[in-house]
C-alpha cells in the first residue's frame, strides 16, 4: 500500500459509477466477484457507516446475500442504499521511494438498493448459490435447510447494474531518478489458498474426505 | 460462511459499542489489526454509504489512515462519522447441515469520527507507521518523501475506542440429530501467505534481495 493514498484512488470508482462499463471490465467484475468468498457490506444506519464482512454469491448479474433476520445490517439493506465491496490482495509493491511503495490487488465496488427476497424458490436458490460459493458441492452433500432455518434468514439481492473494478498488478512505478538509488525494488506476491482438510474430531470415523472437498486443496481463494 | 446469516451477526458487534470491552478482547483487537493489511473504510457521501480497501497502521490506541488528498473518502472522513473494519479468513467450516456451513475469521470493526492530522511530525509518523505496517523497514530502505509527496497526501488519524472484535474459531456446531448423517464434516484451513520475493525486471543487478525483504517470505498476511 502507497501510504500515502487509498488503495481505491476512487477515480475509476467515481467513472465506474457514472459510465457504462466495457465488457472488458464486466469481466473483471465477475472474476473478481467469483474469486473472493467475503464481501464488506456497507450501510447507513441512524446516520453511522457500518462495515460488516458477510459471505455472498453471484448469478448473473445479481449478487446475493444473506444474514439472520435479526442481523441489524442485513434487516436494515433492502429499500435503502448499500455498498459491497470485494477485495483481494494480490501483493506487496515495494518501490525505491515510499511515496510509490503500494499493493497489487483486485477490488469490486457495488452501489446499489437490494431486494429483500420473498419468493421461496428464490430465497432457495440464493441460499444455494451462496453455499456454492463458498464450497462447491456443498449443497447437495449437507443437510437441507428446514422451514424454520430458512424463516430465520433473510435473503438479499442486488443488482450489478453499478458496479465497477479497480486492478493493480506488475511492478512498481517509481520516479524517472529514482531508477538509480540503491533501494532493492520488486513485489512480494500474496496468496490465499486453501490447505489439507481437517476432519471434526467426531466426525464419524467411517466417513473419507469426499471428492468436492478434497478438490479445494490448493485452490486459491480471492 | 453460513448462508443463513452475516459473518458478524452484529450481536458482539453491537456489544461493543455499549461496552468497555476486557483486556482480552482489546488484545484480540490489536491481534486483528496488526495481521491485516487492508481495512475496507465505509463513510457516507450524499446519503450513500462508500466502502473503500485501503492500508492502514496502528500505534497504541490509534489507527491511521491515509489518502490521496483528492481521495473523497479520505477528504470527507475527517469530522464525519466512519466505520473501518478488518476481517482475516482463517476457515472454511464444512457442517453437516447446509445451515451450519460457516467461515472461521477474525474480524475488528472501529467505529469513530477520523480526524485530519495537520502537525508535519505527526503527519510523518502516521506515514512512516503505515508503510512499516505493509512492508516492515521498508521506511529506511526507500526514498523518503518529498514535501510535494506529503503534500498530496491527507493523513487521518481515528481513535480505537469504539472498537469491537469477533472471532470463531474450531470446529462446525451441528445439530445434535445431525452429527449421525452420512455427511463430511471439518475445517478447510485457508491462510495468506507472503511468496518469494520478485525483483522488479529493471532492478539494478547488482542489488541483492535485503534482509528486511527475504524476512517477509512465508510470513501470514492476516
Not at 95 to 123: C, K, Q, W
Not at 133 to 157: D, F, V
Not at 178 to 205: F, K
Amino acid at each position: 500500500m502507497n501510504p500515502f493514498r487509498a488503495l481505491s484512488a476512487t477515480e475509476r470508482t467515481r467513472l465506474g459509477r457514472l459510465r457504462e462499463r466495457g465488457q472488458t471490465d464486466r469481466s473483471t467484475l465477475y472474476e473478481v466477484l467469483d474469486s473472493g468468498l467475503i464481501c464488506h457490506l456497507g450501510v447507513v444506519i441512524d446516520g453511522t457507516p457500518v462495515v460488516l464482512p458477510t459471505g455472498y454469491g453471484r448469478v448473473g448479474d445479481t449478487l446475493y446475500l444473506h444474514g439472520s433476520s435479526a442481523n441489524r445490517s442485513i434487516a436494515t439493506a433492502p429499500g435503502t442504499e448499500v455498498c459491497v465491496t470485494v477485495t483481494l490482495l494480490d501483493g506487496l509493491v515495494c518501490a525505491r521511494s515510499v511515496f510509490h511503495n503500494s499493493m497489487n490487488y483486485r477490488s469490486a465496488v457495488i452501489f446499489g438498493v437490494p431486494r429483500l427476497i420473498t419468493d421461496e424458490d428464490e430465497r432457495m436458490t440464493a441460499a444455494r448459490v451462496i453455499t456454492e460459493h463458498l464450497i462447491p458441492g456443498r449443497w447437495a452433500n449437507s443437510r437441507q435447510p428446514t422451514k424454520k432455518e430458512m424463516a430465520a434468514t433473510a435473503l438479499l439481492a442486488l443488482s450489478l447494474d453499478e458496479a465497477s473494478v479497480k486492478v493493480r498488478t506488475g511492478w512498481p512505478s517509481d520516479d524517472e531518478e529514482d531508477y538509480a538509488l540503491d533501494a532493492w525494488a520488486g513485489v512480494l506476491p500474496v496468496s490465499a489458498v486453501i490447505g489439507t482438510p481437517l476432519p471434526d474430531p467426531v466426525l464419524r470415523p467411517d466417513i473419507a474426505v469426499p471428492d468436492h472437498i478434497a478438490a479445494l486443496e490448493g485452490r486459491r481463494v480471492g
